[in-house]
């Protein structure tokens, strides 16, 4: 997969995931990171905090593209990267099913 791909997929991913715990949180579902949870009462802190964790994503999906010409198991991070961003999301969309 090129590397615009695995962003695309993070930047997405990282969407979906702040949608769904917004609306989770909105639906009465408890937060389980406390973290994100004392953000909740806000939404510009919530939806800022997300796009900035988004662009650290980003930025280490960038660096570790560039390192993986001179380190070749690193190859294999944006990958493994993004399928676990995936997992709160398909994990919030369960929880919201559910509801």
Do not use: H
């Not at 991070?77 to 999301?89: H, M, S, Y």
């Amino acid at each position: 997969m090129r590397p615009l791909w695995y962003v695309i997929a993070f930047v997405v991913l990282s969407a979906l995931d702040a949608i769904t715990t917004w609306v989770g949180a909105d639906r009465g579902l408890a937060e389980a990171n406390p973290l994100i949870a004392a953000r909740l009462s806000l939404p510009a802190l919530f939806f800022g905090g997300y796009a900035v964790f988004t662009l650290l994503g980003v930025l280490l999906l960038v660096v570790v593209f560039r390192l993986s010409r001179f380190i070749s198991p690193l190859r294999y991070f944006p990958p493994i990267f993004v399928l676990l961003k995936a997992l709160p999301v398909f994990s919030n969309i369960i929880l919201l099913l559910g509801t």
